[in-house]
DNA sequence: TAATACTACTTGTATTATGCAAGTGCTTAT
DNA sequence: ATAAGCACTTGCATAATACAAGTAGTATTA
């Protein structure tokens, strides 16, 4: 990998965040965080679509580098590092809440996303709707419980 | 460019969602259509982006098999071909406006993208958070107005 | 305490996607 | 009739990604 490229702020909004999430596996590992309450590599490496290491190693680096997570080792187990959303990586959860309340639309045959949102899979689009403050709320606060 | 991927219904909905659209130069295209009123082959190369010829082309393809967008015969000059966006397209705003509204907070120097919404770039972000629907429904009016 | 396994990576190579320059075919203006 | 505009397509160099294997530090097991 080349060195992450420095973000720039003279670009419009849309670039300038495309340029920092706007690809297939970032978006893939904020997923897992925010609707999986996934924190390590490995657990990332789990999911269906099959990220490889060295991609996986390459988009947290880079995704570090932008603030969106921090690393922070294991006290638990110093072999392990804990990835977590910062502020401004939390603030991401609008747009990934679109593209499900999107997608709930249009793909006539949906597989349920939000796993941690558990007991709510089939009001799931009216709370996208009627109650997105504690739905994001809701997210925010399940992630980190090791669900 | 190998034949567009069959929508697979079975994934989860970010999946869905990026299998469609999760790539820079599509959003970068969506953007130009949403916020510039770009409707021409000819006008998405001019983007500061700089796309390619055979990626935009490539991507406008996809998009039209996803019917995202629309492809039409321009009865004023033949030699050319409008692309407006379906209904499944125009629910993309919401997407394209959290990422602006996130950019806005982030970029430290950001560029005004919402160059459609004339006369209004300083209180963006209040009509972002506080008149999103009246927003929506200026950009989806404004945008085939030849601006 | 030595050997095995776990965890988070890195490295090398084949495959795929992208960027760039040039060309093609149809339409329109001169 | 000729040239210019427009939307592409094609070929090739370069860059990104996928896949398999290897490495180094920590934890577990015998």
Redesign the pocket.
């Known amino acids: 990998?080349?060195k992450p490229?420095v973000t720039n702020s003279n670009t419009c909004p849309i670039a300038y965040a495309l340029g920092i999430f706007g690809?297939?596996?970032s978006l893939i590992i904020l997923r897992d965080i925010f609707f999986k309450g996934k924190?390590?590599?490995?657990?990332?490496?789990d999911s269906p679509?099959?990220?490889?290491?060295?991609?996986?190693?390459?988009?947290?680096?880079k995704m570090e580098a932008e603030s969106i997570i921090s690393?922070t080792q294991?006290t638990?187990?110093?072999?392990?590092?804990?990835?977590r959303l910062t502020h401004k990586g939390k603030d991401l959860l609008p747009v990934l809440l679109d593209m499900v309340e999107w997608s709930v639309k249009y793909n006539p045959q949906p597989g349920i996303s939000s796993d941690i949102i558990k007991g709510a899979p089939e009001n799931l689009l009216t709370r996208l709707r009627k109650e997105r403050e504690i739905l994001i709320n809701d997210i925010l606060v399940n992630m980190n419980k090791n669900v």
């Open positions: 990998m080349r490229e690809d297939k596996w924190m390590y590599f490995g657990e990332f490496l679509e099959k990220i490889s290491t060295n991609i996986l190693a390459s988009r947290l680096l690393k294991d638990q187990n110093l072999s392990k590092y804990i990835y």
